[in-house]
């Protein structure tokens, strides 16, 4: 699996690119797919072409579902198969644009097998950073490739409140498909 990532903030990673997109059906509702020159850099859930606006800001945005229709079918594949034991299934490479810090916490995330969980204070200790739990949480939060970059899989330690940017209950959704407990 090719993985190519970009350094940058938020606010700067739509400046000059072109982004195409479509709304494809997924196995919990409907999954936004969007593509630039390099690869796969985007998936919303249940969601639409604004919140692809408001997170490539300045992004030059065209859809065509026609163009994203193989990868979200590569996309669904490898999450009912399992990331990462399914990620030659991947046709498209992924593209991480964040801070250096969110590209090292996304890919440990990568390595969380499907139907396992992690905290975010594992995962901060994975990456050797184990005093930066609350930085991890934000960096997981903010990651742009939902279900491949598996970010539903990460927990906090009480189990209490749960937190995903496509919901509470989605993440409870993917988690239970997947046979996390």
């Not at 490539?56 to 945005?61: C, D, F, I, Y």
């Not at 399992?82 to 498209?92: D, E, T």
Request: aromatic share 6%.
């Amino acid at each position: 699996m090719k993985i190519v990532t970009h350094t940058t903030t938020r606010a700067a990673r739509g400046k000059g690119l072109t982004l195409v997109w479509g709304l494809h059906d997924f196995a919990l509702g409907k999954m936004l797919v969007a593509l630039s020159a390099e690869g796969l850099c985007w998936i919303g859930l249940n969601c639409g072409e604004k919140d692809l606006a408001k997170n490539w800001p300045g992004a030059n945005l065209i859809e065509d579902k026609k163009l994203t229709e193989k990868t979200a079918r590569d996309i669904a594949k490898v999450w009912q198969k399992g990331w990462p034991q399914a990620a030659g299934s991947l046709s498209a490479p992924l593209v991480l644009y964040g801070t250096a810090f969110q590209i090292k916490v996304w890919k440990e995330l990568l390595k969380i097998k499907s139907g396992q969980t992690l905290t975010y204070a594992d995962v901060a200790r994975k990456i050797g950073k184990p005093a930066a739990v609350r930085a991890v949480g934000s960096a997981v939060g903010k990651n742009t490739l939902s279900i491949i970059v598996p970010c539903h899989r990460v927990v906090n330690t009480s189990g209490s409140k749960i937190s995903y940017g496509w919901g509470p209950a989605m993440k409870k959704a993917l988690l239970k498909a997947e046979g996390a407990r």
